[in-house]
């Protein structure tokens, strides 16, 4: 329950500062599909994992394919550390309001 809650109060923390107005400005937009495509092309990486393991036979599932997905999914993941270096970006005046937004749209 504990976990639970501190994802929903994190992610309520981190969301509320965006504003919605901001979301229709095409700056905004532009550099969340910039940087959202950024983030995809790491997806190909999955090709390049190694096989560890043989599969055996009779086996339910494949390991060298799970490790594969595994790898691909966990490349694309931003996590919420950006949120917070972007945010202390903006508190800092390293970063504009408009770039800051763009990145939480992707």
């Known amino acids: 329950l504990m976990t639970w809650l501190l994802r929903v109060f994190f992610a309520a923390s981190i969301g509320f500062q965006v504003p919605v107005k901001l979301f229709s400005d095409p700056y905004v937009i532009g550099w969340g599909f910039i940087l959202y495509a950024c983030v995809l092309s790491k997806f190909p990486l999955l090709f390049f994992v190694p096989m560890f393991e043989d599969m055996k036979e ?17 490349m694309t993941c931003r996590g919420e550390f950006s949120f917070i270096i ?21």
Do not use: C, H, V, W
């Not at 972007?86 to 992707?106: P, Q, V």
């Open 58 to 74: 009779g086996a339910s599932y494949n390991p060298f394919l799970r490790d594969q997905l595994i790898t691909g999914i966990a």
């Open 86 to 106: 972007a945010a202390f970006a903006l508190g800092k005046g390293l970063s504009t309001m408009d770039f800051i937004y763009g990145i939480r749209t992707e």
